[in-house]
């Protein structure tokens, strides 16, 4: 799998040094050229500022792990489609937002749902995460083909009933939310995490033989909202931990 980080931010930028790895647009990973994670309403900026304008010129399949405007714009679903027919998979309320178009396949996903998508196999697990629609799951994803990656962000410690799934795989590469690094915050807390969280989760996965010592634990989400620099914080500790700390336009293959 050859992926990419677009943007890799949380909250509003307020670094304006485009050369700095501080300068941090929003989510947005593709996977093997074709597959898009997430959609937020400045995923084209962020590709036209890293040189990657034609980036989405392959993407036919778009997943959306909830509605927040950091991860789901229809404008940007709508733009997508115009190169191509894309499909979009998501909760049903919320695919209705978008703009009926004969060139966008709309795929409602529910808990658990296990598909497979060409050689990818694809499992949408539930993640600890709300949105202001108290009837919205939120997703993170499972993806397989010669090798697992587990996209999971937005989301706190890993929910424990999708781990009753993870404990049957390998994951090779993990992408986690470190949107709470600034913060002192309990470990438990639910929706994002701390350098806590990211270290039990670590432990939970490696302990349970699910994450190999050789895996990739990519940390994403993460805190722009201040003029100080985070980058290089965030990357002393997570050299210190196994991880790794991801800026806009950050590749990494498996």
């Not at 994670?37 to 995923?43: K, M, V």
């Not at 190169?83 to 937002?97: A, G, M, P, Q, T």
């Not at 993170?140 to 404990?167: C, E, M, P, Q, W």
Request: proline letters at 3%; hydrophobic letters at 40%.
């Amino acid at each position: 799998m050859k992926i990419r980080l677009l943007g890799t931010g949380y909250g509003e930028c307020k670094i304006k040094k485009k050369s700095s790895k501080d300068f941090r647009k929003h989510g947005g990973v593709i996977v093997d050229e074709r597959i898009l994670l997430d959609a937020p309403e400045d995923i084209f900026d962020a590709a036209a500022e890293l040189g990657f304008s034609d980036i989405f010129d392959k993407v036919g399949d778009v997943f959306i792990t909830h509605s927040h405007r950091g991860h789901f714009s229809e404008e940007a679903i709508l733009r997508l489609s115009e190169k191509r027919k894309i499909r979009v998979f998501f909760f049903f309320s919320v695919l209705d937002s978008i703009a009926e178009s004969s060139k966008i396949e709309k795929v409602s996903l529910t808990p658990f749902m296990d598909f497979n998508l060409g050689d990818y196999r694809i499992i949408a697990l539930p993640a600890n995460h709300k949105t202001e629609n108290e009837d919205e799951p939120c997703f993170n994803f499972l993806i397989s083909r010669d090798k697992t990656l587990f996209y999971a962000f937005d989301g706190g410690i890993i929910n424990f009933d999708a781990f009753s799934v993870l404990r049957e795989f390998k994951i090779d590469g993990i992408i986690a939310d470190a949107a709470l690094f600034l913060n002192d915050v309990s470990p438990n807390h639910l929706f994002h995490n701390g350098k806590g969280g990211l270290k039990m989760a670590l432990d939970i996965l490696a302990g349970a033989g699910i994450f190999p010592e050789n895996g990739r634990f990519i940390l994403t989400h993460i805190p722009s909202d201040r003029k100080r620099a985070v980058h290089e914080e965030i990357r002393e500790f997570a050299l210190s931990n196994n991880m790794t700390a991801a800026y806009d336009g950050y590749f990494f293959s498996m």
